[in-house]
């Protein structure tokens, strides 16, 4: 048995993606457990920033620390909204500069559909990996954050800028010209932004998940309505956990939340 606050799973880029699971003592190969019968407990949860036994709040956080940490500013899932590169802070500036100035990539990602998104460079491919991404193809490489947000949101006009995760999970997916995809992307862009643009022509990432079958149906697994599963794990996509009675867990939206996990 192992104990663990989650945290999202961290990935090795291989075929198929290897995937592994912070514990107290340790880590877990979760590919190794594939086909195996696991028992997840509830046990409570602690705050990610503070290391307070306390409610978690969102992103792992408890309510105090989500709005007072830097690593939850609204900059984050907005990216247009970043100002380090004005030299102005919105909560902490040292650490909003260590995040904010330096290069980031506007990119399109298949998954359920065609999304556009955006990371740090130094994040590829892990990005796509937690998105449950199958393929993906660079548009933009910028020097910050501030930069690929102006990108982004140009793009968010003609490409969605969501996963259905319940399609992505039942590997449903429409079928892309890419040629097409990325002409589109380019022919939208602010002309402030066309020095930037990728010129890899069209260079195709690709991913493969480790999952023995995809689920016809899901339904997620809420840990404060069911403190104790047990299920057979067939499937690990994005940082889902996909069980064979078709429940999906997703780690990274459990973050802070305090788990026993059980191989029987």
């Known amino acids: 048995m192992f104990e663990a606050t989650l945290k999202k799973m961290q990935t090795e880029n291989l075929q198929p993606i290897n995937y592994f699971l912070d514990v107290e003592k340790g880590f877990v190969v979760l590919n190794q457990l594939l086909g195996e019968i696991i028992r997840i407990k509830h ?3 602690k705050c990610l920033n503070c290391d307070l036994e306390k409610e978690i709040f969102r992103q792992g956080h408890c309510k105090s620390c989500f ?7 609204d900059w984050i899932i907005r990216p247009e909204l970043s100002k380090a590169h004005l030299g102005q802070a919105d909560r902490n ?24 998104g955006v990371t740090r460079k ?9 998105q449950g991404a199958h393929e993906a193809s660079l548009v933009l490489e910028v020097p910050n954050r501030y930069l690929a ?3 982004e949101v140009a793009l968010k006009e003609f490409f969605s800028d969501k996963t259905n995760w319940r399609k992505m999970l039942q ?18 862009l602010p002309k402030d932004l066309k020095p930037y643009v990728f010129r890899n022509s069209i260079n195709i990432h690709t991913q493969v998940f480790p999952v023995i079958k995809h689920p016809e149906k899901v339904k997620s ?3 404060n309505r069911t403190p104790l599963y047990k299920g057979k794990l067939i499937g690990i996509k994005g940082q889902y956990l996909i069980f064979e009675d078709g429940t999906v867990f997703n780690v990274r939206s459990n973050e802070g939340q305090r788990i026993e996990l059980q191989i029987d």
Do not use: C, M
Request: without cysteine; negative net charge; aromatic residues 8%.
């Open 93 to 116: 500036l040292e650490y909003e500069s260590k995040i904010q100035l330096q290069p980031h990539v506007v990119y399109l990602a298949l998954s359920s559909h065609l999304k556009v």
């Open 171 to 188: 590997n449903e997916s429409e079928s892309i010209n890419w040629d097409e995809a990325r002409n589109k992307a380019l022919d939208v």
């Open 221 to 223: 697994l809420n840990l």
């Open 122 to 130: 130094s994040q590829l491919p892990t990005r796509w990996i937690d």
């Open 149 to 151: 947000g102006v990108g």
């Open 43 to 45: 046990i409570g949860s």
């Open 67 to 73: 709005f007072e940490s830097p690593a939850t500013g």
